[in-house]
């Protein structure tokens, strides 16, 4: 069977590690980390969400300030208040917890949080510092994923590396930081050709798909790591993934599952990036490296 790569407990540690950062920034230097989450209408999965930040937040020792605004809430007064975050020097980090509702342009207000307190690594010039491998924050689900294959033992420079789904948040800065990594990256997508052809080549399989278990075993080159970041609910409320784990997990090497794999890392690294936006300029000899542990 192959290796499982439980993101329960490198998300738990990474965790802990982050709670000694903090606490010790709090006692050497009298340094406080606060996030800012803003929700924008009750959404219950967003609120499932926001909670879960809030949570890791407190169990970290990092401030949280929230605002809930009705789902009427305009552009404008969405965007006064991240322009007031901004400025707001005890603030470090802002969160805007997405999908926001269909009259607020998204684009528009992830451009207006400052890109040294964007935290979700959103902003175009994160973007755009992560593709020329400059210092930036890194979108946190990708940023896990690199965490899970490190802290797993699993190499990635030399490796081929194939990744189904060409999203903003999960695709692209996937290859991205893969390609960082020194692996060969292929990005697939809906129009790809001969799909199955092209993931048999991976040592490294990313599904980002958003398809419950459509990655089954043709898909999967012997021996091959395969990481799962899909996360579908099914009528009986059980959780799968991308992959159809039962099928895939005897020819694969290694594995996530869901839950339990790349789901707990991606608030993990929301954590390291509300961590790192915090020390930036502040302590000497840091920076704000938005990177890897
Ligand atoms: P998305 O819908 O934005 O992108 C899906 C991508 O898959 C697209 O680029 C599309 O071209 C590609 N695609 C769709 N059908 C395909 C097909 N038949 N063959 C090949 N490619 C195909 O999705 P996303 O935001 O990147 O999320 C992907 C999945 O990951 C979803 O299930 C989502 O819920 C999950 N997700 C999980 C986390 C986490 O924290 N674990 C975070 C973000 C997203």
């Known amino acids: 069977m192959p290796q499982v790569i439980d993101g329960k407990v490198i998300s738990a540690c990474i965790k802990e590690e982050l709670k000694e950062r903090v606490a010790v920034l709090k006692e050497t230097r009298g340094m406080s ?27 970290i020792g990092i401030d949280s300030l ?46 207006s949080i400052d890109p040294k307190k964007d935290v979700d690594g959103f902003h175009p010039q994160n973007v755009g510092a992560l593709c020329i491998g400059q210092p930036g924050f890194v979108s946190c689900t990708p940023a896990g994923i690199i965490e899970l294959l490190k802290r797993s033992g699993i190499e990635i420079a030399g490796k081929e590396c194939v990744i189904i789904g060409r999203s903003n948040i999960v695709g692209k800065p996937m290859a991205l930081l893969l390609l960082r990594e020194n692996g060969t990256v292929t990005v697939t997508h809906s129009r790809t ?54 099928d895939v997990a005897p020819v694969c ?29 502040k302590v000497p000899g840091t920076d704000r490296k938005g990177n890897c542990l």
Request: hydrophobic share 40%; proline share 5%.
């Open 193 to 246: 050709r001969n799909l199955k052809e092209v993931t048999r080549r991976a040592d490294i399989l990313v599904a980002a798909v958003g398809r419950p278990k459509m990655i089954t075993r043709e898909y999967v080159k012997e021996g091959a790591v395969v990481i799962d970041v899909g996360i579908h609910r099914n009528e009986a409320g059980k959780l799968c993934g991308d992959v159809d784990y039962e």
């Open 66 to 111: 929230s605002y809930e605004l009705p789902v009427e809430t305009t552009q404008e007064e969405l965007m006064r208040l991240i322009e007031e975050l901004n400025h707001k020097e005890e603030v470090n980090g802002i969160l805007v917890q997405l999908p926001l509702p269909d009259h607020i342009d998204e684009n528009a207000v992830i451009r």
């Open 33 to 59: 980390v606060c996030l800012a989450v803003i929700q924008v209408g009750k959404d219950p999965a967003s609120t499932v969400y926001v909670g879960n930040k809030k949570k890791a937040c407190a169990y």
């Open 253 to 281: 090497g290694a594995i996530t599952p869901v839950p339990g794999g790349v789901g707990p890392m991606t608030i993990a690294m929301l954590m390291y990036n509300c961590v790192e936006a915090g020390i930036a300029g």
